[in-house]
């Protein structure tokens, strides 16, 4: 089931990590995934998406990564909140290609979108994009004049706001981080 559209999205430090340490991995590629929960916006888990595009700027999910993660939903009964990607070197508030209808179809804020931006600190950047072991979290701290969560993971330094898309325009709403 699909739920009405949250006016506040709160993450469990748990699931910020686990977004965290998923956009770090697959840098400089974007990253992206489902989020899930109950209807006040109180996601319960973020299911991981492959990115079949595997590019800097643009990201399209695979196929039955989709599937899968919506089976999981259906399975452990939660509601559909929306999804998350990166901007690898970017900013955390939506792109031209975001609230593009042509390419996007979650354009009439019935799901919230959480966009993390994150970059390379002056101290580098060493995680590689094969994988292996998961980057320690060494700083997390909540922006709530910006309505925004801050972390450092290693080498890199993120920032994720959540909003409602529309065609060509977007609503930021509330992002809490909870734990």
Same mark, same amino acid.
Not at 128 to 145: N, R
């Given at each position: 089931?699909?739920?009405?559209?949250?006016?506040?999205?709160?993450?469990?430090?748990?699931?910020?990590?686990?977004?965290?340490?998923?956009?770090?991995?697959?840098?400089?590629?974007?990253?992206?995934?489902?989020?899930?929960?109950?209807?006040?916006?109180?996601?319960?888990?973020?299911?991981? !998406?492959?990115? *079949? $595009?595997?590019?800097?700027?643009?990201?399209? @999910?695979?196929?039955? =990564?989709?599937?899968?993660?919506?089976?999981?939903?259906?399975?452990?009964?939660?509601?559909?909140?929306?999804?998350?990607?990166?901007?690898?070197?970017?900013?955390?508030?939506?792109?031209?290609?975001?609230?593009?209808?042509?390419?996007?179809?979650?354009?009439?804020?019935?799901?919230?979108? !959480?966009?993390? *931006? $994150?970059?390379?600190?002056?101290?580098?950047? @060493?995680?590689?994009? =094969?994988?292996?072991?998961?980057?320690?979290?060494?700083?997390?701290?909540?922006?709530?004049?910006?309505?925004?969560?801050?972390?450092?993971?290693?080498?890199?330094?993120?920032?994720?706001?959540?909003?409602?898309?529309?065609?060509?325009?977007?609503?930021?709403?509330?992002?809490?981080?909870?734990?």
């Amino acid at each position: 089931m699909t739920a009405a559209s949250p006016s506040r999205l709160t993450l469990p430090r748990a699931v910020w990590r686990q977004i965290c340490a998923q956009a770090v991995r697959e840098w400089p590629n974007e990253c992206l995934g489902m989020l899930v929960g109950t209807s006040s916006g109180h996601v319960r888990a973020a299911y991981e !998406l492959v990115n *079949a $595009l595997a590019q800097p700027h643009r990201f399209l @999910s695979e196929p039955a =990564s989709l599937f899968a993660a919506e089976r999981r939903r259906r399975q452990e009964g939660w509601d559909l909140l929306g999804f998350y990607h990166s901007h690898p070197g970017g900013r955390p508030v939506p792109s031209q290609v975001d609230t593009d209808p042509a390419v996007n179809y979650w354009l009439d804020g019935s799901v919230v979108t !959480l966009i993390v *931006a $994150l970059y390379p600190t002056a101290s580098g950047g @060493s995680v590689t994009q =094969s994988g292996g072991t998961q980057p320690e979290e060494t700083l997390f701290t909540l922006e709530l004049a910006q309505q925004a969560i801050t972390a450092r993971f290693t080498d890199y330094a993120l920032e994720a706001r959540a909003y409602r898309l529309f065609p060509h325009h977007w609503q930021q709403i509330e992002l809490l981080l909870e734990g």
